[in-house]
């Protein structure tokens, strides 16, 4: 019988669990979503989204389970993220991650949440996908990394405030339009003049490879409800006004996106990129990216679309640390924040 891992998931909002072959196949991924809890807030909040994963995190668990056909005593190893995400989110997944560890006496296994992103590119893909440029863009992080290869991801660069996705959700909020963001603000701008609103993009003209969009959303703010101070008033909301500051913003940020990839790829030499987090997901984005990389001619691998958001499946790089021996001390504690050195 082939060797089998569990991984699971609970860095922010989604509790999720899969069961996954050593050969990369995905036998189960369950995800169990919480926007209709943190709907009403136009974002999540840490507090309810840790006691979401309280009451879900063993029915999810024992789904994965059922849909793989798999008893826990057949598993291998037990995988879960560990780090970075809110902390009450992860106490929840790595404690029961621990517990199954030590109860059926198997390895346990820490998932950088944020290259575990970037492999899921490599999951889909037939050919080995390292070295590669590796960008992660989502609703918390939005990162640029010299992948080596599966486990050693070197930080190039990140967001100095407002991850890409949190932008959206944000812009959202200003223009009236529902949670999560991004998915709204795509398709209001299908209908919109992406041209109408020059828009800023931060670092766009500078080598540093670092993102800011707290600027763009500010100017989004300004646009819509007025600068402080000042007695012009801004023109009335309309259907085609909403969907043209939506398009407009949505350019921005794609533009500002495809070219830190081009100045990342430029500068390590790579010729492979690889793209995952929930804004990959983004149609604009998706094109913009595939036309950079025919110019460029390297290889670009996109996360699938059931990958990009937060999931389990993910989790199959754990079988890279599998074979290298690298497991997890059962008192291992999750770290919230961005961890920076090679994993």
């Not at 793209?275 to 149609?283: E, F, M, P, Q």
């Amino acid at each position: 019988m082939a060797e089998l891992l569990l991984s699971l998931e609970s860095t922010c909002d989604e509790t999720a669990a899969a069961v996954i072959q050593r050969d990369g196949t995905v036998l189960s991924s369950i995800v169990s979503s919480q926007t209709d809890l943190h709907e009403r807030y136009g974002g999540v909040v840490p507090e309810v989204a840790a006691r979401a994963h309280l009451e879900r995190i063993l029915p999810v668990i024992d789904r994965s389970l059922q849909q793989a056909g798999v008893q826990l005593n057949q598993l291998s190893a037990v995988a879960v993220a560990t780090h970075p995400g809110l902390i009450g989110s992860l106490l929840v997944g790595v404690t029961a991650a621990k517990t199954l560890a030590m109860t059926l006496d198997v390895p346990l296994i820490a998932i950088d949440h944020v290259t575990a992103h970037i492999y899921a590119c490599q999951m889909v893909s037939r050919e080995k996908i390292f070295p590669a440029v590796g960008l992660v863009v989502s609703g918390g992080h939005t990162n640029l990394y010299d992948c080596r290869d599966a486990l050693t991801a070197t930080l190039l660069g990140s967001t100095i405030d407002d991850a890409a996705g949190e932008a959206f959700d944000k812009v959202a909020a200003i223009l009236e339009l529902p949670y999560p963001g991004g998915p709204s603000i795509q398709k209001c701008g299908e209908q919109g003049n992406e041209d109408a609103f020059p828009f800023p993009r931060s670092f766009y003209d500078q080598s540093r490879l670092a993102f800011s969009f707290s600027g763009l959303k500010t100017a989004v703010l300004y646009e819509v409800r007025g600068k402080p101070g000042h007695q012009n008033v801004p023109p009335p909301m309309t259907d085609q006004r909403r969907a043209d500051i939506a398009a407009s913003f949505e350019k921005a940020v794609v533009e500002v996106l495809v070219r830190k990839c081009e100045q990342a790829l430029a500068q390590t030499g790579a010729k492979n990129l690889c793209v995952g987090g929930g804004v990959a997901a983004n149609r604009r984005l998706r094109i913009a990216l595939q036309k950079m990389a025919g110019k460029r001619r390297i290889k670009l691998v996109v996360a699938p679309m059931e990958y990009c958001t937060d999931n389990a499946a993910m989790g199959a790089i754990a079988w890279e640390k599998y074979e290298r021996g690298l497991f997890a001390p059962l008192n291992i504690d999750p770290t919230p924040g961005l961890v920076r050195a090679p994993m």
